[in-house]
């Protein structure tokens, strides 16, 4: 099989770099927005148990990136299940549509596979 387009250094590039941290940022707008509704949890109605569980995902977020960053595939499948999950929990539990979570899907799936994809042969 001709593998051409793997990379055949393990050495991370800048769009590596830019790809990690662009979706840093998208996950920081993630837990920027629950944070605002902890905040507002009271006005809303909103139960407190609802916070533990959706920051243990932010938290599954940032650990995810975490592994990408340091070439573990588990972060690379976990990234994408935690973002469903977290867009599937405000959708049911607060009847609302985070666009975030849409735009950070497409964004991994588009910027972020295309250079993970390349140094696949290095996760381990």
Known sequence: MDDNYFDKSPNKTTGFYFAVVFLLLL???SIGVDATEFGNHKDVNIPLWFFYVIFSVDTLLIIS????????????????FAVVVHYYLHEYYLSTMLYSDLFNLFCYIGLGLLTIIPKWKFYK
Do not use: E, Q, T
Not at 65 to 80: A, D, E, Q, S, T
């Open 27 to 29: 996950s920081l707008l």
């Open 65 to 80: 990136l975490l592994g990408i960053y340091f070439y573990r595939k588990l972060g690379v499948i976990l990234y994408p």
